[in-house]
Structure formats: C-alpha cells, structure tokens
C-alpha cells in the first residue's frame, strides 16, 4: 500500500526540528519519506490525499488504560479507589467473560481513534481477547500482565509472554503486576525470578493514593518503589503507573534503573487521589509518559484532555505558571508513552519509522488564530480536531467516519453487555 500525504504541516517530534510545510510518503506502512513537497509523478499511489496545510504529527500514546473497562462507564462514580474497587468493579469484573472483554475493547478502540491514539498499553483481564479485538481493529497494543493474588498463575502469565509476544505485528504482551497491595511478597519474589529469567522490564500501578503508600511502608518499611527495588523487580526497568505519592529516594531509584512514570492526571484528579509531581519528574530528567487509565475511573478516553491537565495541575501544584509547557507535554503524549513500551518504532515521524500518524483539523476556530500551533494542541485542542488516525498506514479514522468498522454492531455488543453487569 502506497500513500502520499500531500500539502501538510508536519510536526515530527523529532528533537530539535521545527514545524515545517511537506509530504509525508508511506509504503507496505513505513514512513519511507518526509520532507519539502517533491516530484512523485513516476509513482502509481493507491491513495493521495491532500491535507490542505492540516498538521500531521505522531499518535499520541496512551500508556496506561484498562479498556474493558467502558462497561463501567459511569457506574461507579463520585467513590474512592477502595471503595470503587472493592464495591463495584471486583464483583463485576469476576463474572466478566472474554467475549465481553473482546466487544468492550473494541468500544475504546472507537474512543481512541476520535482521540488521536495510535498505541495503547492495556492491561486486563483476558490478554487473548484483547489482542483479537485490537488485531481485527488495527489498534497498535502493548497489553500489561495484571497479575495479582487472586490470579491468574505465574505459569500463566509466563505463558502468555511467550505466546503473545510475536503472534500478531501490532500486539505485544509485558510483565507486570496490579499493585503492591494486591500481591503478597511470596508472589512478588516469584515474578521477580521470571523477570529475570526474561530480562524483562515490569509494568504497576504504584503509589496512586497516600493509603496505599503508607500501608506499604506499614507492612514492610519501605515505600513501594523501595520494596520493589529491594526484590530486584527493577532491575531490567520498566514504568510505574500514576506515581502521585512519591519521595525524592523513590526518584532517586527510578532515575538509577531508567524507570519512567505513566500520569493519569483526569483520573487521579475524579477519584481526589493527589496531584502527581510532575515538575520534580522533569526535573530529576525522569521520562514521563501520559495515560487516561480506565473509562471507569476517568471517565473517557480523550488524550486532550490529560494533555491539558497534566500541565493545569502541575502549575497549580507549583504555584508556577510556567510549570510543565506545551511542547514537553506532546513530548509526553507522543514519544514518551511509545518509549515506555519499547516503541521507539513509532515515537516520531521519520523515515523508516511506522506510519502512526495524525491529522489536527486546523481550520476550527478553537485553533484560530495559527500563532503557537503546539500551545493551540495542549491548551484549546479536543477530540473534535482529529481528523485523521492512521496506524501502521492505514487510515482507520478519517472526516469523522471508521473505515471497515460496523459501529453499530459493537454500540448493541457493549449495551447488552452492560445491561448484564450493571445490576450486579
């Protein structure tokens, strides 16, 4: 398949290069040129299309998200994590099968696409579904072990790492475990015997609430991320999921086993679970990708809108309104979460590199007047601005319409789905 894109303003991504006026040319879903318009009059195209000085730039990456999830939208709100844990999802969640799992991520998949996501890191509960639905969908997917004591088997998870991993082009499997304090530390020096084993980094929800935090220090007098330190769980790296209560020696070991911190800013902000310190992570030169966590938790699935609160929070929390700018923050939402996940392969635009590309409709009067392109994105940018999402270069989401999707079939899917769970 051969596509020109064609008349565009591309925001690469790539460090130090400006917004410049171009082509981009795709073939068999590679970016084989980017650059100033040329002649390509000798090349027969299956698809020229004219972005009409639109911006092209890189997906956005969203790192962390459980999108199985979308049949608790608006369920389970105005609770905290405990509680919205412990009362509402777990029941649900035991009676959950993988087929509904398969039609639930297929329903967040249509979100991400409207919101400019081109990889997602998805951890739940039945990996073999999730990887049909995001193969059948064309969604690029790193799905996350969540492994905890109430399952699945350590052979399980080994297992699945070596099954998953290669079986489709777009979908990947990572080590990981839920949290701290789902896992007892007999089950945690088991995982850390297999990530060595693998040499693989490990993926978890860590210090998301100062509750779990101090009960961590309780049970073992440490912080979570020294406690996972002191088990050698760091060892081959990897990223710790929200990241809000964390301490300068906790940065410390992160910098140390280049482990990078996935903020979850909307959902964090709905639960009242803290505002993540996101300026010292910056600091410290500590990567930090962004994620929206569940559609439960959150309650959508709209990169925009993290955007913007990762950075509204953390001038907040400082007091600073410099605090985290613009072009730090698409750095987070575009090369960050791909790196997290060893996708270097698609964290920028340039040659060689997959075709994971966006179009931001320009011509919208939140984007009006073109003074600072990349503040217009974070500050007044939203979902009604995609234009196009293509992955592994294939246009999946164009003008408002899913190419080859029955949208309808999967809204039925998901609401009888949901009509099942909700009184249970």
């Not at 297999?194 to 860590?206: D, E, F, G, N, S």
């Not at 999921?241 to 086993?257: F, P, S």
């Not at 592994?392 to 408002?400: D, E, I, M, S």
């Amino acid at each position: 398949m051969k596509i020109r894109l064609f008349n565009a303003r591309i925001l690469s991504m790539v460090e130090g290069q400006d917004i410049f006026e171009g082509d981009i040319w795709v073939v068999d879903g590679k970016i084989q040129y980017i650059g100033e318009s040329k002649d390509s009059s000798q090349i027969v195209w299956d698809k020229e299309i004219d972005c009409e000085k639109n911006l092209l730039m890189p997906g956005f990456k969203n790192a962390h998200t459980h999108s199985g999830m979308t049949a608790f939208r608006s369920l389970a709100d105005d609770l905290n994590l405990q509680d919205w844990l412990t009362t509402m999802i777990f029941p649900r969640e035991a009676v959950m099968t993988g087929e509904d799992i398969y039609w639930l991520t297929k329903l967040a998949i249509l979100e991400y696409l409207t919101s400019g996501v081109t990889l997602i890191a998805d951890m739940y509960l039945t990996p073999e579904t999730i990887l049909d639905a995001c193969s059948q969908m064309g969604m690029r997917c790193e799905i996350v072990s969540g492994l905890n004591k109430f399952g699945p088997t350590l052979q399980v998870l080994e297992d699945r790492y070596n099954n998953l991993n290669g079986k489709d082009e777009l979908v990947g499997f990572k080590m990981g475990v839920h949290a701290e304090y789902t896992c007892d530390k007999e089950l945690l020096e088991e995982v850390s015997k297999l990530i060595h084993k693998y040499q693989a980094p490990l993926y978890v929800h860590m210090s998301e609430t100062k509750t779990e935090h101090e009960e961590c220090i309780e049970r073992y007098g440490m912080t979570p991320m020294a406690f996972f330190d002191s088990l050698g769980l760091w060892d081959f790296g990897g990223s710790i999921y929200h990241g809000v209560w964390i301490t300068d020696d906790d940065m410390e070991i992160m910098k140390k086993r280049g482990i990078s911190i996935i903020s979850n800013p909307g959902s964090n902000s709905k639960l009242a679970s803290g505002i993540a310190p996101i300026s010292k992570y910056l600091e410290k030169e500590i990567p930090v990708g962004l994620g929206t966590d569940g559609p439960s938790s959150n309650n959508c699935l709209d990169m925009f809108r993290e955007m913007f609160l990762v950075t509204a929070l953390a001038k907040l929390r400082e007091m600073d309104p410099k605090a985290v700018d613009a072009m730090e923050v698409l750095k987070m939402a575009c090369v960050n979460g791909a790196t997290s996940l060893g996708h270097e392969d698609c964290s920028d635009l340039s040659m060689g590199k997959y075709a994971d590309i966006i179009m931001i409709d320009l011509k919208q009067p939140n984007m009006q007047p073109i003074l600072n392109i990349a503040k217009n994105i974070v500050y007044s940018g939203s979902k009604t601005n995609i234009k196009m999402t293509m992955i592994n270069g294939k246009v999946l989401y164009y003008n408002g319409s899913f190419e080859g999707v029955d949208v309808e079939e999967i809204y039925d899917k998901c609401a009888q789905i949901t009509e099942r769970l909700k009184d249970i």
